[in-house]
């Protein structure tokens, strides 16, 4: 009886050290949100785990407390946008906002700039829907980074961001405000850092990370850190490639049996003639001497003598 | 009890234990209403006043201190806890959205709105000015 309880509980510390991934930690905890789909989620930023979006356009993070450096705190104005990387998308942007850096001209069309996940497959992900649901109708705007009334930038590549209609207006346009009428009253400076936080590879961010902090009163006017999320209520969205629908309407995943019929792999047994599926365990199992994979119609392969498997149904 | 506020779009008053923005016509405003008269507010609203040719009581809630006559400026206290007192309300809006975490929480039913003006602030286009009395 001892010996079968030790024997249960290594078997649980295998089973508890096996763990190493949060993601499946989480799926076993019920916590498993697909990142691609919905609201965007396994979101972290500096460290820190950011809850998943629930009706709040932004969260705080690290109490609502900004970190700039003493170094990288100053009064004398500039701006600066990261390099976009090898997917094409932006990273990190920063300023310190003075008046001096504030547009004295109208802003300028920036349609002309396509950020990353804004098409996909050559197909523009800006889809339109009621605009009960999207203020404006089209899910997508071309998000500023740091916004125009800010600094001035037009169509500038590494500024621009695809972002829905709710981050725009509800999450990143307030703290642009108070920013911007800030400056303008008090002729201080605000440093500024903003941070497209992306899920791996996805094209599209997650969300943004914003902070701010007023450099001359040293945070009385201006001091916060927060995440504002890349949602929009009532549609779900594949961070990865952009594309997005009405929630509850996910497109059906392609079909083998929507596939060209003339493009698909077949693994076969040239001793039993039996063919299978590509990357099926029975096509695996199968002698390599006694194994040809093809990419053909199947007919063709029942034309020559051969039977789909039973078992992986080709 | 006369009480002012400042709120944006959504009512919002203060985001991050801060006001959600200043103007220094604003203010202008608000003193020359007094005509004189003192005026309550909390210590955090007493820089927005240091220039200001203004009598102020300086205290931590000043909904509490203020006496039925008196005018209460406020930045960061609840208000829904004194309706009964609270028997005209001047309402600036700023006409902004901006960041949010503290709303005007007053219920503002049995006010009747007597006056709306607007006026250019030093750094906000359009202010709009409401007045509602009991």
Redesign the interface.
Known sequence: MKRKLLSVIALLLVVVMSLTSCQLLDSILGNDDTPTTGGPLNIVVNGEKIPSFDKKA?V?VNG?VPTFTEEEITTKSYEFYSELDSLGRCGVTHACIGVDLMPTEDREEIGSVTPSGWKYNGKSNNNKYDTKLVEGGYIYNRCHLIGFQLAGENANNKNLVTGTRYLN?EGM???E??IA??V???KNHVMFRVTPIYDGDNLVPSGIHMEGYSVEDDG?????N?FAYNVQPGIEINYATGENWLSGEAPEPEDVTTQNPDTITYVLNKNSKKFHKSGSSCGNDIKPENREERTCNRQVLIDEGYSPCGTCKP | MKVIVCLDERRGMM??N?R?????VLIEDVVKDLCGEKLFISPYSEKLFENADVKLKVKDNPLKAAKRDSVCFIENCSLADFKDEIDEVVIYL?N?????DFYFDLNMEGYTLKSVTEFEG???EKITKEVYIK
Do not use: A
């Open positions: 932004y705080n609502g207006i346009l307030p703290f405000n108070m009428d800030y303008k009253e008090t009385d006017g201006i001091f916060f927060v | 985001f991050n801060r959600q923005s200043r103007d220094s700023w902004r959205h901006y960041p949010c030093s750094s906000h």
